[in-house]
């Protein structure tokens, strides 16, 4: 499976918590269970980590729609990760 990178996202409007210029990025702790969706490194990371456990939607459309669906009203205030999947699974085909 691909690993989706910076270039990928649909939208541009993440804070980052990598070096300004660096093209590598550090691995998120996936022990963490909160995910802030204002940080563009997180939400790559989750999203990868989220199609990989679906192997069925890895490509880059279904990478931005993980991203796309972390836009929504819905999810405003909701950070836990597990939390957020369960949005994600329950909201796919909507």
Request: aromatic content about 12%; hydrophobic content about 30%; overall charge negative.
């Amino acid at each position: 499976m691909e690993n989706f990178k910076k270039d990928d996202l649909w939208y541009q409007d993440y804070n980052w918590t990598v070096e300004k210029d660096s093209k590598k990025f550090k691995p998120l702790d996936v022990s963490v269970e909160e995910l802030d969706k204002s940080d563009g490194m997180q939400v790559i990371e989750f999203a990868n980590e989220y199609i990989k456990d679906r192997p069925i939607l890895s490509d880059k459309q279904n990478f931005q729609k993980v991203e796309t669906l972390l836009k929504k009203q819905e999810l405003t205030i909701v950070t836990k990760k597990s939390d957020i999947e369960n949005f994600l699974d329950k909201n796919w085909n909507n």
